[in-house]
């Protein structure tokens, strides 16, 4: 079935970096659009970053010049680097994808990062 599973957060200053990873199994990686939301408390989840299959890339405006998302069509990983960090991206970070008829949303379990100030 499909999986995935996030690696990569924990508590860092603000301007720091962290690299997120999201390992990937049980479909067909190369085909599918990948993504990362993040959910703040209180707040409603929320699309951080989104490759495609062939590498093209958008990002949240918050974001935008700080993360780079990519991914390795051949180790089914798809990586979040975020630099330049601030306590508003301070929230449980989430890989997703959408796979399927029907276009079924999978989600990993999140990964919490947390910007001090």
């Known amino acids: 079935q499909v999986r995935l599973v996030e690696s990569g957060g924990g508590l860092v200053q603000a301007g720091g970096s962290l690299r997120l990873s999201c390992a990937a199994s049980g479909f067909v990686f190369r085909v599918v659009i990948m993504a990362w939301y993040r959910q703040a408390p209180g707040n409603q989840r929320e699309l951080v970053a989104r490759i495609t299959s062939i590498g093209s890339t958008n990002y949240a405006d918050s974001v935008r010049g700080r993360f780079t998302i990519s991914r390795d069509n051949n180790k089914n990983t798809v990586t979040l680097q975020m630099n330049s960090l601030k306590p508003e991206d301070t929230a449980v970070y989430y890989c997703?994808?959408?796979?399927?008829?029907?276009?079924?949303?999978?989600w990993g379990q999140g990964t919490q990062v947390t910007v001090s100030s």
């Open positions: 997703n994808t959408q796979y399927g008829s029907g276009n079924v949303n999978y």
